[in-house]
């Protein structure tokens, strides 16, 4: 049943994994193994899931977790997955999408990548439409903090934006 | 570029990306069922070696110990490999399933502080068993290796072994440490070197300690208290 209830879930939001994988990892081979990582993080925390919390938001914290760990080979040792070959989350179609999108869009994905790792965080939330409250959530910050902190990021990639063009 | 127009385009691109990252829920059930499996047994394949392999130690040392406990020459080598053998591999397996239990489900900053401070300690532990394990370990091993298995007192037999060996265990950790920190940042060709050395230098270890830094400044919010302002936004 729990599996059920898992794999429902992540039907409805995987494609929030392909989002975060892509931001913290342009390699694509290696973004495959980010996205199996998350996928058996999620599952092995699933039984620790407070039904009270929205999925996607203990969802994302998890998947953020995942990538920066991975960004800065944290978790290394711990990355016990199965052969890629045997996983069930196909993301080629993704990485083509991504690659064939309009220059504004690459424009902003290559700013935010060029954030460090825990600003980049807020900005993929921001753009997912969460409130500065939900961002402080997932983040563990106060809301203070997260909108002074996004004003700042949006100058900066307004700034970094116009100077690229 | 105005953020929230593009917004618009970032949620049709979402809409997209929903019919693209396909999932073969059979082929997932598997892959979870497995994972399940590997999860439910504890002890990995590193814990099963070092209980394999540390069990006959211990009952050795003990047995020698028992034989030569009058003898301070060799009861204090064994008494070290005992006090090497018994918490090495019991400190390894909690910092391994540290990580494992970590909930990963609680917040960004939580869990990455976590992370960097684990990855700190278990560096540590890397960077002083090699450093000491010269000294620690080896030189009382061979003593002890001699005298139990071949009856042979390296004290008497071999009498230039004892100190410089000794001295050459102690300047090894100087020597490994500027050797590291030379090679460290040269290497980029194999990852696993290039780790090794970072570790030896204590490269990683700052690393992990400056991004500790990072994350309480970041919690900090900026203007608030002259903290917040140091942390960098790129």
């Known amino acids: ?165 | 570029m105005n953020l929230d127009l593009l917004k618009a385009e970032w949620d049709a691109r979402d809409q997209r990306l929903e019919q693209a990252v396909r999932m073969n829920t059979q082929m997932l059930r598997l892959s979870l069922l497995e994972q399940h499996r590997r999860d439910i047994a504890k002890w990995g394949w590193t814990d099963k070696y070092e209980i394999i392999t540390g069990i006959p130690v211990i009952v050795y040392l003990i047995w020698f110990l028992g034989k030569h406990i009058s003898e301070w020459q060799f009861a204090l080598p064994a008494l070290a490999l005992l006090a090497w053998t018994i918490p090495m591999p019991i400190l390894n397996h909690r910092l391994r399933h540290a990580l494992q239990d970590m909930d990963f489900g609680q917040p960004i900053t939580v869990v990455q502080k976590r992370l960097a401070e684990h990855k700190a300690r278990r560096l540590n532990l890397f960077k002083w068993a090699f450093l000491l394990g010269q000294v620690v370990w080896f030189i009382p091993f061979i003593i002890v290796l001699f005298k139990g298995v071949f009856g042979v007192d390296l004290y008497l037999k071999t009498e230039n072994f004892i100190l410089p060996s000794l001295m050459g265990g102690i300047l090894f950790i100087p020597f490994a440490i500027g050797v590291s920190r030379l090679l460290s940042g040269k290497l980029t060709h194999s990852a696993r070197f290039q780790a090794f050395t970072d570790a030896l230098a204590g490269k990683d270890i700052i690393q992990s300690r400056q991004f500790i830094t990072r994350i309480a400044q970041f919690e900090e919010t900026p203007g608030e208290c002259g903290n917040g302002d140091k942390y960098q936004d790129s």
């Open chain 1, 1 to 165: 049943m729990d599996e059920e209830l898992f794999l429902q879930q992540l039907a409805s939001h995987k494609r929030l994994l392909y989002k975060v994988a892509y931001s913290y990892c342009r390699h694509a081979e290696d973004r495959r193994d980010l996205v199996q990582d998350m996928v058996t993080q999620l599952w092995r925390s699933f039984r620790s899931f407070d039904q009270r919390v929205q999925f996607s938001t203990w969802m994302y914290r998890i998947a953020m977790n995942v990538a920066i760990s991975h960004y800065r080979s944290e978790t290394r040792q711990v990355r016990d997955t199965l052969p890629l070959e045997e996983f069930g989350l196909d993301i080629a179609e993704a990485d083509q999408l991504y690659s064939a999108q309009s220059d504004n869009m690459r424009t902003l994905d290559k700013l935010i990548s060029e954030l460090d790792e825990l600003n980049r965080a807020l900005i993929l939330l921001f753009m997912d439409g969460y409130s500065n409250d939900e961002i402080a959530s997932i983040m563990g910050l106060n809301a203070g903090n997260v909108a002074t902190r996004m004003t700042r990021i949006k100058q900066k990639l307004q700034t970094r934006f116009a100077e690229g063009n």
